[in-house]
């Protein structure tokens, strides 16, 4: 058989290729490099699962109440509880110190809904907000948001650690509260600061290098402390009677002491109001609803403190909702509890001047001062163990290659990522060397909300793609909510700080795009894939054939390409060719699908993908299976597309007998470097060999001519393409000196129409305009239209104003060149005369071969080819072949005579209206 050279060669099958015992033992996965590193690893190191800490489920031993709801607890109250609840109401009164914890629960509350919805849909592992973001929105989302929230927990432990030390001076240094006749002082100054900043993280770094267990325990205990102590401040209110207090704050002149009331409706009348015109007393600046909302925020903050131990968690899926959630309410009854006990007893100087009150207060004052010192060294543990969580989750991921490597295999046997905990130590200890971090704290909470903005957007997005899958146990929850927990986030940051979260969304922004670059592929699936199926969806249904206008005409091409190799530069062309229209590869592959044990179509789909990201080149693949190439064909352009975007034109290679030429080195495919470069060996050793000179082609002539008038029954525009092998794109479209897209809008096979404008030839100009209007060919290159003229001066001045005036019309700008061509008309006319054929007798309108001549042909090709030096580009009209197939051959010859040793050629027959000059 013969096949069609330049881009419709016909691959041969291959014995045994695709082989049932092939096909059971192969996993697709298998093809990503990264997670088949992954699985060899695994195998040999059983302890390390993706994302786990082992998968003997020895790690997974925390309970709901000891995992989530007591470090979630911890992580809220903090500081916050105790040294800024009176400091809010002071300056912003009861209602609106109020309507915070309402609003910035509520912002928190969704967030909660959001978590809970992704937790209840499947196995979660290790990574807390990471893991999650991650497996939803894909490896570029989570990465980036994961590096980011890795970070906030290393800034924001260092300022834990710090805030210990500086409540620790406060109650013990040489002016404490603490301070006696039987405590003496403790040194201070910086030094003693870093020394004591680094004691309290050594011990944190003990207690999280011993394990989760440990952790649990010590979390508990301090849990414990902290309830003790805040059983000891309400019991205050109720047994204290009124006095006075000694205030701290030095910028109160007048007074020095302020005043307890114990429970009076005057006291809390008084703290309705607020008070924004006094200044902090700390740091001398007026304060607004937004500052003070914003420090009211980071005691709301601290819902990813129970999912960050999501790996030593025995049932995640229900532990992290429902403890979160139990948190959430838990702290804040706690929270609005104490502001209403606060506004009935407390004097506003007293909250305005000493954020310390609930100390002066107490029944038994130590127990306050225990309080803010185990909270926060909670605060320091959790964030401490959740940033060597995220790390290792980042690890065994491979989002960072090798930099990463030692994290992952730094595991003991019980789960515990010791080498991702000093690691995390040591960059927090680096961070406490700098000793200021007022001005980063307003980026950590940045940092925390970016991530909790991101997890709301995981959860919006497996909402609204609706995705069968995504059917979470716990349903309180919906896009709606989702969507209002990103505002509230997004609004949160840039109420904290409008400068640190622009900066962070830059951050995330570089981040993402690393990881997208670096990589390109992963197994944990899209949700962007599942948004765009579900938009396309419905947009391709609103796509009515019936409501197509040619105004809006666009070329939608079919580019049969049998095999790659010899049409790569093709495929390029064709590309730019289409003007953001549809663009389809499609292949033929002879044979029925008895003669395979499986599908041979969907094992080559994976090569030419692949093909389609290395040439750069915006295409789909369509693939078929077909006893002959042109039934195949017929599938093609039938069935290609979908709904209203479905190919209208048609383009085929040549058919000739030149041997077909390797263009993937041409084209920029690389061969591989090595055996194991598995992305080059898929399209090198997938796409057969080029035909041998000699060998036959798989389509026959008749066949090959039969395929085109298929193309124009079914309504398709078709184009022939010649000597595209080549074509040097990139050297056309650099710097240099322009060369020339020419124009023959002349039906060479019926000479006696000359000067007619048909329909073809009107989708020959529109063709070659679209092409000229890609930036990169209008930059290098000008548009020529060729008009044949005869002898007839004033025939043709007429003719060639007429066709500007069309070109202009339609709004094509071209050079028009007009070309004697008379003697090319009578040589035709001399060789009919002599082959006793006579031109003014009627002929078959279905006949072309009867109208030219051989030598017509020849002195055609000549005449064009002497215009042809700097031409990139040749666009030619396609002659119908007729319906008697004993002419095809003919045919072929023919054409072949006429474009033979022309640049790279296009012929194109159009049947199409593509223009108008209706606004």
Not at 160 to 177: H, K, M, Q, R, V
Not at 345 to 364: A, E, P
Not at 421 to 434: D, E, P, R, T
Not at 564 to 571: A, D, M, N, T
Request: contains cysteine; proline residues 5%; glycine residues 6%.
């Amino acid at each position: 058989m013969a096949e069609i050279p330049k881009g419709m060669q016909q691959p041969m099958v291959h014995p045994g290729h695709g082989s049932a015992v092939q096909h059971q033992d192969h996993r697709p996965d298998d093809k990503s490099p990264l997670l088949r590193y992954r699985l060899d690893r695994s195998l040999s190191r059983p302890d390390i699962i993706l994302g786990g800490g082992g998968n003997n489920g020895s790690s997974r031993n925390l309970s709901t109440f000891f995992g989530v709801f007591v470090p979630c607890v911890l992580s809220m109250f903090s500081v916050i509880l105790f040294l800024r609840v009176g400091f809010a109401i002071g300056h912003a009164g009861e209602l609106e110190t109020l309507g915070m914890f309402l609003l910035a629960y509520f912002i928190v509350l969704l967030t909660v809904l959001s978590i809970s919805a992704i937790s209840t849909n499947g196995a979660i592992e290790g990574g807390g907000a990471y893991f999650m973001i991650s497996r939803a929105l894909g490896p570029e989302f989570g990465g980036s948001i994961g590096v980011m929230f890795y970070i906030a927990n290393v800034f924001s432990c260092a300022l834990y650690c710090i805030g210990l030390t500086e409540a620790i001076e406060d109650n013990f240094g040489p002016s404490g509260a603490l301070i006696n006749d039987h405590v003496p002082p403790l040194p201070s100054g910086q030094w003693w600061t870093l020394l004591y900043s680094s004691c309290v993280l050594l011990f944190c770094l003990g207690v999280c290098m011993i394990g989760a267990k440990m952790f649990a325990r010590t979390s508990f205990i301090i849990f414990c402390i902290v309830n003790i102590s805040l059983f000891s401040v309400f019991l205050s209110f109720f047994i204290q009677g009124p006095m006075d207090i000694k205030i701290r704050a030095e910028n109160k002149e007048n007074d020095t002491k302020a005043n307890y009331t114990g429970f009076k409706a005057e006291t809390f009348e008084e703290n309705l109001e607020s008070r924004y015109d006094v200044p902090d007393y700390t740091t001398g600046v007026k304060l607004s609803f937004a500052a003070v909302f914003a420090i009211i925020f980071n005691g709301c903050t601290g819902i990813m403190a129970g999912a960050n131990m999501s790996g030593e968690l025995k049932n995640p899926s229900r532990a992290i909702p429902l403890g979160t959630m139990a948190a959430c309410i838990f702290t804040g009854i706690i929270y609005a509890v104490l502001s209403v006990l606060i506004s009935y007893t407390c004097s506003k100087d007293l909250l305005l001047y000493d954020y310390g009150f609930l100390q002066d207060i107490n029944v038994v004052p130590p127990l306050v001062a225990v309080g803010v010192l185990a909270a926060t060294l909670s605060a320091s543990l959790s964030t401490l163990i959740g940033a060597s969580r995220v790390l290792i989750a980042l690890a065994r991921d491979q989002l960072f290659g090798i930099l990463l490597y030692p994290v992952e295999w730094g595991v003991t046997r019980s789960g515990n990522p010791w080498v991702a905990v000093l690691i995390s130590w040591f960059l927090v200890q680096c961070v406490l060397l700098l000793g200021q971090l007022n001005t980063i704290a307003p980026l950590v909470t940045i940092f925390f909300l970016l991530s909790y903005a991101a997890t709301n957007l995981a959860c919006m997005a497996l909402d609204i793609a609706s995705a069968p899958n995504f059917r979470p146990s716990f349903h309180f929850f919906s896009w709606h909510s989702a969507l209002l927990g990103i505002l509230g986030c997004l609004t949160m940051m840039f109420l904290t700080n409008a400068i640190f979260a622009s900066i962070s969304l830059v951050v995330f922004l570089a981040l993402f795009i690393y990881i997208y670059l670096r990589v390109p592929e992963s197994e944990w699936g899209y949700v962007t894939q599942a948004l765009i199926f579900h938009q396309v969806r419905k947009y391709l249904l609103k796509l009515d054939t019936r409501k197509d206008h040619v105004k809006f005409w666009r070329p939608q091409m079919l580019l049969l390409i049998s095999n790659p190799r010899s049409g790569c530069q093709l495929i390029r062309f064709v590309n730019d060719m289409k003007k953001s229209g549809l663009f389809v590869l499609g292949h033929v592959k002879t044979g029925t699908l008895d003669e395979f044990p499986t599908d041979p179509v969907q094992e080559e789909i994976p090569a030419w993908l692949k093909l389609v990201d290395t040439l750069h080149v915006k295409a789909f693949t369509e693939l078929t299976l077909a006893t002959t190439v042109r039934e195949g064909v017929q599938h093609l352009m039938r069935l290609a597309g979908l709904g209203g975007m479905k190919p209208n034109t048609v383009v085929l290679g040549f058919y000739d007998d030149d041997p077909p030429e390797d263009t993937f080195i041409k084209c920029g495919v690389n061969r591989p470097q090595s055996p194991t470069d598995d992305e080059d060996v898929d399209i090198f050793n997938q796409f057969p060999p080029l035909r041998e000179p000699g060998y036959d082609k798989l389509v026959s002539p008749i066949e090959y001519v039969k395929i085109m008038t298929d193309c124009i029954r079914l309504q398709k525009n078709i184009c022939l393409t010649r000597y595209f092998y080549e074509l040097d794109r990139d050297k056309i479209t650099r710097n240099g000196e322009p060369s020339y897209i020419d124009v023959w809008p002349v039906n060479f096979f019926k000479p006696e129409t000359v000067g007619y404008l048909d329909t073809a030839c009107i989708f020959l100009l529109q063709v070659a305009c679209v092409l000229h209007m890609v930036p990169a060919w209008k930059k290098q290159t000008k548009l020529r239209v060729f008009l044949c003229s005869e002898l007839d001066e004033v025939a043709n001045t007429n003719r060639k104003e007429k066709l500007g005036r069309f070109l202009k019309e339609l709004r094509i700008k071209a050079e028009i060149i007009s070309v004697p061509w008379q003697n090319v008309i009578t040589l035709n006319t001399q060789n009919m005369v002599e082959s006793g054929i006579d031109e003014d007798l009627p002929t078959s309108p279905t006949s072309l071969i009867t109208n030219v001549s051989e030598n017509y042909i020849h002195a055609l090709n000549r005449l064009v080819k002497s215009y042809t030096q700097k031409t990139a580009v040749l666009f030619c009209y396609l002659p119908l072949p007729s319906a008697d197939e004993r002419e095809h051959e003919q045919y072929l010859q023919l054409l072949d005579m006429l474009t033979a040793a022309f640049p790279p050629t296009v012929l194109v027959h159009g049947i199409q209206e593509v223009t108008t000059l209706a606004l």
